[in-house]
């Protein structure tokens, strides 16, 4: 008889949350979270054009997306300003003290890659990659192609700069 294993959901969720946890820490101690680096990753890598284009790359809804940056603003990270050629579209950009969080926040965030992945060799982190790809693919969430194309959509995950855990 076999012994028991923990399924792999399971397995996979408990360790999620741990690393999960283990980063919204570490940007926490930069001065930020995870949702205030991936805005700042989409915008300092230029991809999205408007507020809706934020909110699809960072994974959030306007409604939400409206709210981080309202703390955004307030914080002096970005500015918001009507598109002079359509007053309907809002355009978002980061200001100098955004700048400086982005930096900060790109430093945790490789710091904290490195060190979930010590001991690993790029075969591991390959085949992991694999793996974990295969698992989405196996309850119908397979990533789109360009998903592994930084800023990672809803993890982003940026122009260059290793994932963001």
Excluded: C, Y
Excluded at 10 to 19: M, P, Q, S, W
Excluded at 39 to 46: A, S, V
Excluded at 66 to 82: E, P
Excluded at 112 to 133: K, M, P, Q, V, W
């Amino acid at each position: 008889m076999q012994p028991l294993r923990i399924p792999t959901g399971l397995h996979l969720g408990r360790t999620a949350r741990a690393v999960s946890r283990a980063f919204d820490d570490a940007l926490d101690q930069a001065g930020g979270s995870l949702p205030v680096w991936l805005i700042l990753l989409n915008l300092k890598t230029g991809r999205p054009g408007n507020q809706r284009e934020l909110a699809a790359a960072v994974g959030v809804r306007d409604a939400t997306l409206t709210h981080h940056l309202n703390a955004m603003d307030a914080r002096g990270l970005v500015t918001r300003r009507r598109d002079t050629a359509n007053r309907r579209v809002h355009v978002v950009e980061l200001t100098e003290e955004g700048e400086a969080a982005f930096l900060r926040l790109r430093d945790a965030a490789m710091d904290f890659d490195r060190r979930l992945n010590a001991g690993l060799s790029d075969a591991e982190r390959d085949t992991l990659d694999a793996l974990l790809s295969r698992l989405a693919a196996n309850v119908g969430d397979a990533p789109a192609d360009d998903d592994a194309t930084p800023p990672w959509p809803g993890s982003a995950g940026h122009g260059g700069e290793p994932a963001p855990h």
